[in-house]
Nanobody
Framework: QVLLVESGGGLVQAGGSLRLSCAAS????????MGWFRQAPGKERKFVAT????????YYTDSVKGRFTISRDNAKNTVYLQMNSLKPEDTAVYYC???????????????????WGQGTQVTVSS
């Protein structure tokens, strides 16, 4: 069992930055693939970014490439999402997720993941 707790959300103006953090419980954090998803009101939850456990390689949805950076600190059991040049369309609840499975591909769909955090609200004003 892994407990995930997100923090760092808030209200920011367009063009601003936020850094989300996701703290994980347990001593096997380094064995999990980690991901960030987001869900806007009335819409389905969508993939944002993922980071592998092996080589920490990363993958992003096209709309955030060049603006967002996912990283992990296995010593702190934490995964981060640095968000720069924020746009109003980035407004959503952001969720952290963990997968204990081995993937030959990047894990980009919700059913790839076993554990989810409670979410943190990010609001970008124009």
């Amino acid at each position: 069992q892994v407990l995930l707790v997100e923090s760092g959300g808030g209200l920011v103006q367009a063009g601003g930055s936020l850094r989300l953090s996701c703290a994980a419980s347990g001593r096997t954090f380094s064995s999990y693939v980690m991901g960030w998803f987001r869900q806007a009101p009335g819409k389905e939850r969508k993939f944002v970014a993922t980071i592998k456990r092996s080589d920490s390689s990363t993958y992003y949805t096209d709309s955030v490439k060049g603006r967002f950076t996912i990283s992990r600190d296995n010593a702190k059991n934490t995964v981060y999402l640095q968000m720069n040049s924020l746009k109003p369309e980035d407004t959503a609840v952001y969720y952290c997720a963990a997968s204990g499975s081995t993937w030959s591909r990047f894990a980009t769909i919700t059913r790839d993941y076993d554990y989810w955090g409670q979410g943190t609200q990010v609001t970008v004003s124009s």
